[in-house]
């Protein structure tokens, strides 16, 4: 069974401070992608990763695949309220359809 | 707006009730995704179509869960005798076939009371 594992489930941190959140797993994945969940709405894709080692960044968002291609990480700088949300990790395993989701890290900022 | 489209965007149903949802996804789209989604989970794969087939379902998903794609456009979602469990957000999402990004609805809130 392949399994993506969300770290932390849950932070809450001040507005200005830097954070990580991790998705990790013993699968290779031929694709992963994070999305940020608000509540009562569904899933807005942020970035897809496709290359070991790829980093991409949006604005104070860098994401970044790892080299195996079974694990990644979200971090952000400088913290926002706006950044208030639940963050999901999904990943596509070969040819599958199918994504494997992460349980998400529900994030909250405080200003 | 051209994105996924959902409808009802909450749904309130006595336990018993049949309940039925509707998923407009981007026209393009040759997948259509359906999940189910409880509250601090990811969201959970229901069923899948590719154009009007049904290709894929969830053996999570009982016998009271029906859905259909029948004109390859349009899907609906049927939950036959609702029950409390049964309670969720249900996304809809499509995709291009061969395409990895799944983009998605915004969801109906099913509440069985």
């Known amino acids: 069974t392949q399994l993506l594992e969300q770290s932390p489930q849950f932070l809450s941190i001040q507005e200005g401070e830097n954070l990580t959140v991790y998705c990790n797993s013993s699968s290779v994945f031929s694709s992963l992608q994070w999305y940020r969940q608000e509540p009562g709405e569904g899933p807005v894709l942020l970035v897809t990763v496709v290359t070991g080692g790829e980093v991409k960044k949006l604005k104070r968002l860098t994401f970044q695949f790892g080299d195996a291609r079974k694990d990644s990480s979200l971090h952000i700088t400088a913290a926002q309220p706006g950044d208030t949300g639940l963050y999901l990790c999904a990943g596509q395993a070969g040819s599958n359809y199918q994504l494997i989701w992460g349980a998400g890290t529900k994030l909250i900022i405080k200003p | 707006d051209t994105g996924v489209s959902q409808d009802p965007r909450h749904k309130i149903t006595k336990r018993g009730q049949n309940v039925t949802f509707r998923c407009d996804p981007i026209s393009e789209h040759n997948r259509l995704y359906w999940y189910r989604q409880t509250l601090g989970q990811g969201p959970e794969f229901l069923t899948y179509?590719?154009?009007?087939?049904?290709?894929?379902k969830s053996r999570l998903l009982s016998d009271r869960f029906s859905a259909e794609r029948p004109k390859g456009s349009f899907s609906t979602l049927e939950i036959q005798r609702t029950e409390q469990g049964d309670s969720a957000m249900y996304l809809c999402?499509?995709?291009?076939?061969?395409?990895?990004?799944?983009?998605f609805g915004a969801g109906t809130r099913l509440s069985v009371l």
């Open positions: 179509f590719q154009n009007e087939a049904q290709l894929e």
């Open positions: 999402a499509s995709s291009l076939a061969g395409a990895d990004i799944q983009y």
